[in-house]
């Protein structure tokens, strides 16, 4: 009730403010014009007056000028008053030229600009005087009986020059902005709000050396992961705290919930650039060509899918195990691609027969193999399954492709198949067998890619980190010296496409990932990148290694050699061949006979028989009570 009369007095107010505006602009445009206000006129300004206030009233109640808060405006606002006091002199204006033409009202025709700029200046800065009160009050705020803090702000943009203006208005958050820093050579040496841009980026460390600076505050809303992490490891370097920007509020009062985090790129936490793709080879290989997706429904099938459909093939088949998955990817494709040709498909590659009537209904050209159970604690206590997948399911596609005459088949293999010590990395190994095996054999262009772990993707570390930071902790991680290659979804797609179109027939392909990183890293960058402390805000906890888990892996085994290739992140493991053993067929139905007995130790016998650096058999009995 007291909110709504004090709206009624502030639109009789302003009502009131512009009856008094109204009628000092005309008398004050018969003035300017006459010198003085002639007798012979002063009956036309006593006309013009309740003329004026009929009219602008009404336009400027239409354009909304008595439901504003003048204490907030802005730009906006201004050209609002312009567009409305213009409109109402408009209109005006045609009345009284109306008048003046049929000889009911004589007047001088000056009249009308002059009042029309008495009028724009008075309905103006009637309403910006609200502002400019509403100002002056928050600037006389003493600000609380505490420690002023000296800010550096990293960003010189709309975001940081939003963050300054905050502060100046709250006086009593105790936060004195001391400058920018921005890389932006124009803005150098100027001010915005009164605060100077003191240099660029480069020179935090100095800026921090030489000045008061109590905190650090980055306002780049849309800042990658380097920026973030200069800024951070030089204020940690030099004891000062800083935040990142998760949401301007949020950040001004100091109160950043875990629950508001700023929204971490994935390519962030690299370390590296993305490898890029070259685009001719790839169109080559797939423009006007039936290709099918195996696993269509999982991260990385999901992202081939949507790679592929750039490309225009002649028909995208998906192919998954999981209805709902599936049918999610085809409702994005069919969005975003409504001409592509798209048939969805659900069947279990271990179902030999129904994916030979698959194979020979679509006779796909080139097949791209991401189906797979690819996490490692789970399959440790699921060996039958990852071997009647990863294994069989892998034979009974790549044989489904030689029966139709398949092209080109990439199969999406891992690093954890390079020494294996886990039963995912084995069954992927093996994987890899039935794939080199049947290029060698047939001469087509089946290969297979290998690559580290995938950022982002369903059951990958982020995700996790990423719930276990939103519930406030504690991150847990199985060794501080944990280490994995990490790679993004676009990037493992770009290989893959990549390699169907180099592939020439029995090939490993790996990317150069740079450097492994740390999982302790990983998770430190992630925190950190979402506004928040390790240690502080989000603690860390380690709950030892897993079975089938090595500290570090490898893209290659002992002694193989690797080439470049035309690609320059890509390389080819040579003589993979050699590793191949001949009775490999026997091997597979042997290990398929063993997993529907259930022989779990047999199987990992087997297994580490068939791959010479293997060592399955050494893993303990998984423990899933730790997550990562």
């Known amino acids: 009730m007291k909110d709504r009369t004090r709206s009624r007095i502030q639109v009789g107010y302003f009502l009131l403010i512009d009856v008094l505006i109204t009628a000092i602009a005309v008398m004050g445009a018969y003035a300017l014009r006459l010198d003085e206000i002639l007798p012979a006129y002063l009956h036309a300004a006593y006309v013009t007056i309740p003329i004026a206030l009929v009219i602008k009233l009404s336009i400027y109640y239409f354009f909304g000028l008595y439901r504003r808060l003048w204490a907030y405006a802005s730009v906006k606002e201004l050209t609002l008053i312009s567009t409305a006091v213009s409109a109402a002199s408009a209109v005006f204006s045609a009345v009284m030229l109306l008048l003046f033409y049929t000889n009911v009202l004589n007047f001088p025709r000056w009249l009308l600009p002059i009042d029309w700029?008495?009028?724009?200046?008075?309905?103006?800065?009637?309403?910006?005087?609200?502002?400019?009160?509403?100002?002056s009050r928050s600037l006389s705020k003493k600000p609380l009986a505490r420690k002023i803090n000296n800010v550096l702000i990293i960003g010189a943009g709309d975001a940081g020059a939003l963050v300054v203006r905050e502060m100046q208005k709250n006086p009593q958050l105790g936060m004195k902005p001391v400058g920018y820093l921005d890389d932006d050579p124009a803005?150098?040496?100027?001010?915005?709000?009164?605060?100077?841009?003191?240099?660029?980026?480069?020179?935090?460390?100095?800026?921090?050396?030489?000045?008061?600076?109590?905190?650090?505050?980055?306002?780049?809303?849309?800042?990658?992961?380097?920026?973030?992490?200069?800024?951070?490891?030089?204020?940690?370097?030099?004891?000062?705290?800083?935040?990142?920007?998760?949401?301007?509020?949020?950040?001004?009062?100091?109160?950043?919930?875990?629950?508001?985090?700023?929204?971490?790129?994935?390519?962030?936490?690299?370390?590296?650039?993305?490898?890029?793709?070259?685009?001719?080879?790839?169109?080559?290989?797939?423009?006007?060509?039936?290709?099918?997706?195996?696993?269509?429904?999982?991260?990385?099938?999901?992202?081939?899918?949507?790679?592929?459909?750039?490309?225009?093939?002649?028909?995208?088949?998906?192919?998954?195990?999981?209805?709902?998955?599936?049918?999610?990817?085809?409702?994005?494709?069919?969005?975003?691609?409504?001409?592509?040709?798209?048939?969805?498909?659900?069947?279990?590659?271990?179902?030999?027969?129904?994916?030979?009537?698959?194979?020979?209904?679509?006779?796909?050209?080139?097949?791209?193999?991401?189906?797979?159970?690819?996490?490692?604690?789970?399959?440790?206590?699921?060996?039958?399954?990852?071997?009647?997948?990863?294994?069989?399911?892998?034979?009974?596609?790549?044989?489904?492709?030689?029966?139709?005459?398949?092209?080109?088949?990439?199969?999406?293999?891992?690093?954890?198949?390079?020494?294996?010590?886990s039963v995912m990395g084995a069954t992927k190994r093996i994987a890899e067998m039935v794939v080199l095996e049947s290029a060698h054999r047939t001469g087509k262009a089946y290969s297979v890619v290998r690559f580290g772990n995938v950022l982002g993707s369903r059951g990958s570390v982020v995700p996790l980190f990423k719930r276990q930071i939103a519930h406030g902790g504690p991150v847990t991680i199985t060794h501080p010296d944990m280490k994995r290659y990490f790679m993004t979804i676009p990037e493992a797609v770009h290989l893959v496409l990549q390699a169907a179109s180099m592939g020439q027939g029995g090939e490993v392909f790996m990317l150069n990932m740079g450097k492994q990183v740390r999982i302790l890293d990983l998770a430190e960058d992630l925190i950190?990148?979402?506004?928040?402390?390790?240690?502080?805000?989000?603690?860390?906890?380690?709950?030892?290694?897993?079975?089938?888990?090595?500290?570090?892996?490898?893209?290659?085994?002992?002694?193989?050699?690797?080439?470049?290739?035309?690609?320059?992140?890509?390389?080819?493991?040579?003589?993979?061949?050699?590793?191949?053993?001949?009775?490999?067929?026997?091997?597979?139905?042997?290990?398929?006979?063993?997993?529907?007995?259930?022989?779990?130790t047999a199987i990992l016998n087997l297994m580490d028989e068939t791959i010479p650096d293997g060592s399955v058999t050494a893993a303990q009995p998984a423990d899933l009570t730790s997550v990562v």
């Open 117 to 135: 700029l008495i009028s724009l200046v008075g309905i103006g800065g009637s309403r910006f005087s609200i502002r400019l009160m509403a100002e």
């Open 187 to 421: 803005k150098q040496k100027h001010q915005i709000h009164g605060v100077k841009v003191i240099g660029k980026l480069n020179d935090l460390r100095r800026a921090l050396e030489n000045r008061p600076v109590d905190e650090v505050i980055i306002a780049i809303p849309s800042a990658g992961g380097t920026v973030v992490r200069l800024v951070t490891d030089i204020c940690r370097l030099k004891g000062v705290p800083f935040r990142t920007m998760p949401g301007l509020f949020e950040l001004i009062g100091g109160n950043v919930n875990v629950n508001r985090l700023r929204e971490v790129e994935i390519a962030d936490l690299l370390r590296r650039e993305p490898a890029q793709i070259q685009d001719e080879l790839v169109g080559a290989t797939i423009t006007g060509k039936r290709v099918l997706v195996t696993g269509a429904g999982g991260s990385i099938g999901r992202e081939i899918c949507h790679q592929i459909a750039r490309w225009r093939p002649q028909l995208l088949i998906l192919l998954g195990h999981g209805e709902n998955s599936i049918f999610e990817v085809w409702l994005e494709l069919i969005e975003d691609f409504p001409e592509l040709p798209i048939q969805p498909i659900i069947a279990d590659i271990r179902d030999k027969s129904r994916l030979q009537n698959i194979f020979a209904e679509y006779r796909p050209q080139a097949v791209f193999h991401a189906a797979a159970h690819k996490h490692v604690p789970l399959m440790e206590g699921n060996v039958e399954d990852a071997v009647t997948n990863n294994i069989v399911g892998t034979r009974n596609v790549v044989q489904a492709a030689n029966d139709v005459g398949t092209e080109r088949l990439v199969l999406i293999s891992t690093d954890k198949a390079i020494r294996p010590v």
């Open 528 to 600: 950190r990148l979402s506004g928040l402390e390790p240690g502080k805000d989000i603690e860390i906890t380690f709950t030892g290694i897993r079975p089938g888990e090595k500290l570090s892996e490898d893209l290659w085994g002992d002694g193989m050699q690797f080439q470049k290739t035309t690609h320059p992140e890509i390389f080819r493991a040579e003589a993979e061949e050699s590793i191949i053993p001949e009775n490999l067929n026997d091997i597979i139905e042997e290990l398929h006979n063993l997993a529907h007995e259930g022989q779990n």
